[in-house]
């Protein structure tokens, strides 16, 4: 059956189309990295590497801090799209972030991408790290990564953590029961089309906040793009099909009733329509009522969701978060961390 066409829209357009995440093949060398210009990541974070399954290595990011660990995850980033966000986690937890196989100055194997094999690179890391019933943190696919934990390793884990990440992506349209429009009829958007400004690392970041409201910290960039000798942004480094390998492994059926850990579950919600219907060009009632349409189902996928989720995990904190970017540790930073901070305060280690 056809995956659900606005869920795709909400997801993968938004991801790859509109903030132009890179592709082409990522380079190995973590030297390469920090590039022939000499830029230094600022970010106040020590480097350490993690092998797994014999000889894969993983980056991973130590920001220091006092008090419990957080292990900040990722889906198709890598561990330097929290350099801003998890230094302000420092001053009531020890913040961690995993770079997965594949991206990055991770290894990048041949093999070793499946839902199993992620979870347990993160297990691996834990192991390495002894680190004790960490909170997991995580966006988008790296979601299901948190829920196989949850499941099948209780005792290593004391809480998860999902931006915007507990969601079913193996529904389709039928199973929300609620009309879904006609794409053809949906109105154009109001905004213009995003101009990426490749002269410079600092340049493609200020462009892309005023495109989409977010700037990943310019480590995160340097990771998917090639520096060129002049600092402007060059080509890319990771290939559709890395992308692939990295993502549809995690689209199977969450199964949120074997979760025996503490859940905060935070969601992007839709601002009032008038509000959301501002952002297009509406020149028809059809296209009016497509659009509406639309938003109804995206509200109605949400509250599937977090159904779905409560059904599981009757204790779960559920936040919606109005008008948040999918990246909401980036966009609604302060209210992200008021709830990390105060799911961290009341999910005592067990």
């Not at 995580?138 to 299901?144: D, L």
């Not at 079913?168 to 609620?178: H, Q, V």
């Not at 296209?287 to 349409?293: K, M, P, S, T, Y």
């Not at 989720?309 to 936040?319: D, E, M, N, Y």
Request: proline share 6%; with cysteine; net charge neutral.
């Amino acid at each position: 059956m056809q995956r659900v066409r606005i869920r795709l829209f909400m997801r993968t357009a938004a991801l790859l189309a509109g903030l132009a995440l890179p592709m082409g093949l990522l380079c190995a060398a973590h030297a390469n990295l920090q590039l022939s210009v000499g830029w230094r990541d600022p970010s106040p974070h020590e480097v350490r590497w993690v092998t797994v399954e014999g000889t894969t290595r993983l980056e991973v990011l130590d920001w220091g801090g006092s008090g419990r660990p957080v292990v900040l995850t990722g889906c198709y980033l890598t561990a330097h799209v929290y350099d801003d966000f998890a230094p302000k986690l420092t001053n009531q937890f020890h913040a961690y972030g995993i770079t997965r196989r594949g991206l990055g100055a991770s290894d990048k194997p041949p093999a070793g991408y499946s839902l199993e094999r992620s979870a347990q690179d993160v297990l691996d890391v834990l192991d390495a790290l002894k680190l004790r019933r960490p909170i997991l943190v995580g966006y988008a696919c790296a979601g299901s990564i948190l829920t196989y934990l949850g499941s099948h390793s209780p005792d290593r884990i004391g809480g998860l953590v999902y931006f915007d990440a507990a969601d079913d992506p193996t529904l389709t349209n039928a199973d929300y029961e609620i009309p879904f429009p006609d794409s053809a009829q949906l109105p154009r958007s109001a905004r213009p089309v995003p101009a990426p400004d490749y002269s410079s690392f600092e340049a493609y970041r200020v462009a892309q906040r005023r495109d989409h409201g977010v700037a990943f910290p310019e480590a995160e960039w340097r990771q998917h793009f090639v520096a060129n000798a002049n600092g402007s942004v060059g080509s890319s480094r990771m290939s559709s099909a890395s992308r692939r390998e990295l993502t549809e492994p995690t689209r199977v059926k969450p199964d949120y009733s074997r979760i025996r850990v503490p859940v905060l579950a935070i969601y992007r919600q839709d601002r009032p329509f008038e509000d959301f219907a501002a952002d297009y060009v509406i020149r028809t009632e059809q296209e009016r009522i497509a659009l509406r349409q639309q938003y109804e189902a995206t509200a109605a996928m949400i509250t599937r969701w977090q159904r779905d989720l409560r059904a599981g995990v009757p204790t779960a904190r559920i936040v919606n978060l109005v008008g948040a970017n999918l990246y909401m540790f980036l966009s609604n930073e302060a209210e992200v961390l008021r709830e990390v901070r105060a799911f961290g305060a009341t999910t005592a280690e067990r």
